[in-house]
């Protein structure tokens, strides 16, 4: 996938009416912090299009990035995230949710779990959700460059029972430091347009 264009088209809040796209738009889903925003840069090939943090709950919108004008990736605040107070994890829980439950373009849907966690309650819940909803996500496993080559496979092995993968479940480990994983997610993304064009 070559990237020619890349650019924030639409950010939605709380309140928004969600764009009526014509476009495939693929999802990015997770906790807070786990890295959503830097992966959606790493496949833009941009630095900071997408604002990341150090900080847990730095995308507080949902943001679109329209890619080559032809493919939307959307960035969705993350779950989990501690500091706001229980109001306002309700009203971003219930924005992701519409979204899901509305958005008429959804083909994709990338669940990411930090590769060195065994998956929390939310993940599994997250999970089982877009299932029940009848999309299949693909999870990627995140920050891999924190891992030694030798704890990749047992990890992995945790991430899969943790959230009671089946094994035709796609899985890519993915680093948006050594951009590890980047051609899978491309190869992945790429095979979808194929499939629908
Ligand atoms: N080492 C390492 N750090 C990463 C990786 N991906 C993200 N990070 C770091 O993790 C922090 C959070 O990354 P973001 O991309 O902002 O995470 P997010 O999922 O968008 O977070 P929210 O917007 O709060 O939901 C930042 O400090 C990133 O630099 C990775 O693959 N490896
Ligand atoms: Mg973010």
Same mark, same amino acid.
Not at 35 to 45: E, P, R, V
Not at 130 to 159: E, F
């Given at each position: 996938?070559?990237?020619?264009?890349?650019?924030?088209?639409?950010?939605?809040?709380?309140?928004?009416?969600?764009?009526?796209?014509?476009?495939?738009?693929?999802?990015?889903?997770?906790?807070?912090?786990?890295?959503?925003?830097?992966?959606?840069?790493?496949?833009?090939?941009?630095?900071? %299009?997408?604002?990341?943090?150090?900080? =847990? #709950? $730095?995308?507080?919108?949902?943001? !679109?990035?329209?890619?080559?004008?032809?493919? *939307?990736?959307?960035?969705?605040?993350?779950?989990?995230?501690?500091?706001?107070?229980?109001?306002?994890?309700?009203?971003?829980?219930?924005?992701?949710?519409?979204?899901?439950?509305?958005?008429?373009?959804?083909?994709?849907?990338?669940? %990411?779990?930090?590769?060195?966690?065994? =998956? #929390? $309650?939310?993940?599994?819940?997250? !999970?089982?959700?877009?299932?029940?909803?009848? *999309?299949?996500?693909?999870?990627?496993?995140?920050?891999?460059?924190?891992?030694?080559?030798?704890?990749?496979?047992?990890?992995?092995?945790?991430?899969?029972?943790?959230?009671?993968?089946?094994?035709?479940?796609?899985?890519?480990?993915?680093?948006?430091?050594?951009?590890?994983?980047?051609?899978?997610?491309?190869?992945?993304?790429?095979?979808?347009?194929?499939?629908?064009?």
């Amino acid at each position: 996938m070559i990237i020619k264009k890349a650019e924030l088209e639409t950010v939605c809040g709380i309140t928004s009416k969600f764009p009526d796209n014509s476009e495939p738009e693929i999802v990015f889903a997770g906790k807070s912090n786990v890295g959503k925003s830097s992966l959606i840069n790493a496949l833009m090939n941009r630095k900071s %299009l997408a604002r990341t943090s150090g900080k =847990p #709950g $730095k995308t507080q919108t949902i943001n !679109y990035y329209k890619v080559n004008d032809e493919i *939307y990736f959307v960035d969705l605040p993350g779950y989990g995230y501690a500091n706001a107070n229980l109001a306002t994890r309700e009203k971003w829980g219930k924005m992701i949710e519409r979204y899901l439950h509305t958005s008429k373009q959804i083909k994709c849907i990338f669940l %990411l779990i930090d590769i060195r966690h065994e =998956p #929390g $309650k939310n993940d599994k819940q997250m !999970y089982d959700w877009i299932v029940y909803n009848g *999309y299949s996500p693909v999870i990627i496993a995140t920050k891999l460059d924190k891992l030694k080559r030798s704890q990749i496979a047992k990890c992995i092995k945790t991430l899969r029972e943790g959230l009671g993968l089946q094994k035709e479940v796609v899985l890519i480990p993915f680093s948006s430091e050594t951009k590890q994983g980047k051609k899978e997610v491309y190869e992945f993304i790429e095979n979808l347009l194929l499939a629908q064009a």
